[in-house]
C-alpha cells in the first residue's frame, strides 16, 4: 500500500510560479510512475503531466506543455511538478497518483491517490 502526501498549493497571482511535491511512502517508490492530475471545480478530474520510474520518460496535457515540469527523486520517494506562467485557468485541486504503467494518462491507470492540494490563481 502506498500512501501519497501533496504539498505545496497555495495562493499565486497570475504568471506566478509554484512547485508542488508529492511524498510517498508505504511502498517501493521507484517501482511506480507517478502523475499530477488536477480538478477543478465542477469538472472531472483532468491529466496533467506523469513520469516514468526511471524518469527516462514524460508525458504532459497540451494545457501543461512549455509551462509545467514533472520531475522525480527516487532517493528521496518524491515527485515534483514545477509550474511556471500560471494562469488562472490552472486553479484546481491537483492530485498525485502512482500507477504501474510505463507512463500512464489516464485516471484508471493509477492504484494510488494523495489527498490533493489547492492551487489557486488569482487575476
Known amino acids: 500500500q502506498v500512501q501519497l502526501v501533496e504539498s505545496g498549493g497555495g495562493l499565486v497571482q497570475a504568471g506566478g510560479s509554484l512547485r508542488l511535491s508529492c511524498a510517498a511512502s508505504g511502498g517501493t517508490f521507484s517501482r511506480y510512475a507517478m502523475g499530477w492530475f488536477r480538478q477543478a471545480p465542477g469538472k472531472g478530474r483532468e491529466f496533467v503531466a506523469c513520469i516514468s520510474w526511471s524518469a527516462g520518460r514524460t508525458a504532459y496535457a497540451d494545457s501543461a506543455k512549455g509551462r509545467i515540469t514533472i520531475s522525480r527523486d527516487n532517493a528521496k520517494n518524491t515527485v515534483y511538478l514545477q509550474m511556471n506562467s500560471l494562469k488562472t485557468e490552472d486553479t484546481a485541486t491537483y492530485y498525485c497518483?502512482?500507477?504501474?504503467?510505463?507512463?500512464?494518462?489516464?485516471?484508471?491507470?493509477?492504484?494510488?491517490w494523495g489527498q490533493g492540494t489547492q492551487v489557486t490563481v488569482s487575476s
Open positions: 497518483a502512482a500507477g504501474r504503467s510505463l507512463v500512464p494518462i489516464g485516471v484508471n491507470e493509477y492504484d494510488y
